[in-house]
């Protein structure tokens, strides 16, 4: 797997860093400002800079406050989403998903309530948004739990509109090396809750706020420290300038692979994916990515503990990824070209 930064993009982002030396902040600066700001403008929604999507999570519900409380998460999914809830002090339950997107089962989510169900965490798993996400927002309002979404794979997602982080009271995405917007390591919490936002801004940093330019210390006993440096903003920036080119790339690949493969995930009208990963099921497949999740992975598996998930065992069985990582080299072949490199 390649990371294509092509030199326009080599040469913006020395062309911040050169703002970033010349401002003698390193951390806390403009440059992470900026990049929030651009970040919102993208997703519509307010947004704070942090170290990691998990960490992003873990401030979330630090924020709500789950300790002694149950957290219901998809298994179906990386270990990074539980132990955000363990972390934070949530007793963490698993709930199956489903076949058509691999996302967390409304039915079986329902299932798993209890009066001590503080949040419920949903993964936007691929690239694409959850397609029970609606039904989730509803009853999760109606009921008066605290929905958050994982977003490390929906940059670029949409439903009707509406982006990723859009449906709960919060949102997490990552910029981890292999993202569809990579920037190494990096985070960024969404919401449409200023406040939370705002909250968010302080606890990161160990309870500071910066306002005017001067730091005011606000006590805060849960603050710690997850901000980003302005070296990783400033690529952020460039990321974030780069992604449509990113995502029309893949997008136009999709295309291809739609004509080629029947037994894929079939997204609903009105949604559009970042594609992270193109999943199919049971195709033989020559040229793949791997898994987007083994059952190895399963936070259930990893605890030791076999629960009753048949979607979630079915799909880590029957499913594999084509190729869509930006850079592919045998992504402008033509259809049938492809088809014979991968089946």
């Not at 990161?204 to 420290?225: A, D, L, Q």
């Not at 449509?244 to 692979?257: D, G, Q, T």
Request: proline share 3%; charged share 25%.
């Amino acid at each position: 797997m390649v990371l294509p930064f092509e030199r326009e993009y080599r040469e913006r982002y020395y062309q911040l860093l050169d703002e970033v030396f010349d401002s003698n902040f390193w951390s806390d600066g403009e440059m992470t400002r900026t990049f929030e700001e651009k970040f919102q403008e993208f997703t519509g929604l307010h947004s704070c800079a942090v170290t990691s999507g998990g960490t992003g999570l873990l401030s979330i519900l630090e924020y709500i406050n789950v300790r002694e409380k149950e957290v219901i998460v998809p298994a179906n999914t990386f270990w990074a989403t539980a132990q955000a809830a363990k972390r934070a002090g949530a007793r963490v339950v698993y709930a199956d998903c489903n076949k058509e997107d691999l996302c967390m089962s409304f039915t079986d989510m329902v299932s798993k309530i209890t009066p001590d169900t503080k949040a419920v965490i949903v993964v936007h798993i691929g690239g694409h948004i959850a397609f029970e996400i609606e039904k989730i927002a509803q009853y999760c309002e109606k009921h008066h739990i605290a929905l958050i979404e994982d977003c490390a794979h929906a940059h670029g997602a949409e439903w009707n509109g509406k982006t990723a982080g859009s449906y709960g009271i919060a949102g997490s995405y990552s910029f981890y090396a292999t993202k569809t917007m990579p920037l190494g390591e990096g985070g960024m919490i969404v919401s449409r809750d200023k406040d939370l936002i705002a909250w968010m801004k302080k606890f990161r940093n160990y309870g500071k706020e910066v306002i005017n330019g001067n730091i005011v210390t606000y006590p805060m006993k849960e603050g710690f420290n997850y901000r980003i440096s302005e070296f990783a903003a400033a690529l952020g920036i460039v990321q974030l300038e780069h992604l449509p080119v990113i995502l029309e790339w893949k997008r136009n690949l999709a295309k291809k692979y739609d004509r080629i493969f029947e037994n894929r995930i079939v997204l609903p009208e009105g949604m559009k994916s970042g594609y992270y990963k193109y999943i199919v099921f049971d195709e033989e497949l020559r040229e793949e990515t791997g898994k987007v999740f083994n059952h190895t992975d399963f936070g259930n598996e990893i605890e030791g503990i076999r629960l009753k998930l048949p979607n979630s065992y079915w799909v880590a069985e029957h499913h594999k990824c084509a190729p869509i990582y930006y850079g592919w080299d045998k992504a402008e072949l033509s259809i049938n070209e492809i088809r014979e490199v991968l089946i």
